[in-house]
């Protein structure tokens, strides 16, 4: 029990940067929360902290890596700006357990579209691809068979042009209805703007 207890604290140090703080300043009572013991605590805060901080770096470039795998042309034509949001969440959103790399894109994109409307300068357009490419992913991941959002540009017309090399200074908003569909849970997907 005690084991089983010490790893799942251990993974969220490695996950969550605002726990392993409070960790090693209290690690008594942080330990306590999870329900080990003081002197299970005590043990697990002699792991030095820069160890756990460097294994926690690496696992936030491993997320960064997947998700920018998963959304090609948002990291394409945001730039620098897709590093510093992920950066951001990252630090605010520990990795869940059993979690897909898919899962965490999506979940970067709600965390993004709040991101980007605080910090002026990321045009409109922008964070319209990044929920186009999220939406995408998610439909294709989970199986439904019918998904729809309001659109304010042509998502499907920005990736395409991404695909060939031509990142847009601008868009032009065309207002519509996106629709993802398939007849059956295994077939491919189909998408439409309406």
Known sequence: MELATTQK?????????????????????VGAEFGLCPESSRMLAEVPEDQIHDFSKSVRL????????????????????????????????????????WCDAVDFNAFFQDWAAKNRGIPKWKRELVRYESDRLAFINNRERFSWSVS???????????????????????????VFWRWRPDDPMHEKLL
Do not use: N
């Open 9 to 29: 604290l251990l993974a969220r140090l490695f996950t969550d940067s605002r726990l392993r703080v409070r960790f090693y300043a209290d690690p008594v009572s």
């Open 152 to 178: 304010l540009f042509p998502g499907h017309r920005m990736v395409r042009r991404m695909q060939t090399g031509d990142v847009p200074s601008k868009v032009w908003p065309i207002p519509g209805l996106r």
């Open 62 to 101: 491993q997320r960064l890596e997947s998700v920018t795998c998963l959304l090609p042309c948002s990291v394409k034509c945001l730039g620098a700006r897709f590093g510093e949001a992920f950066r951001e969440y990252v630090l605010q959103s520990p990795l869940q357990a059993g979690s897909h790399a």
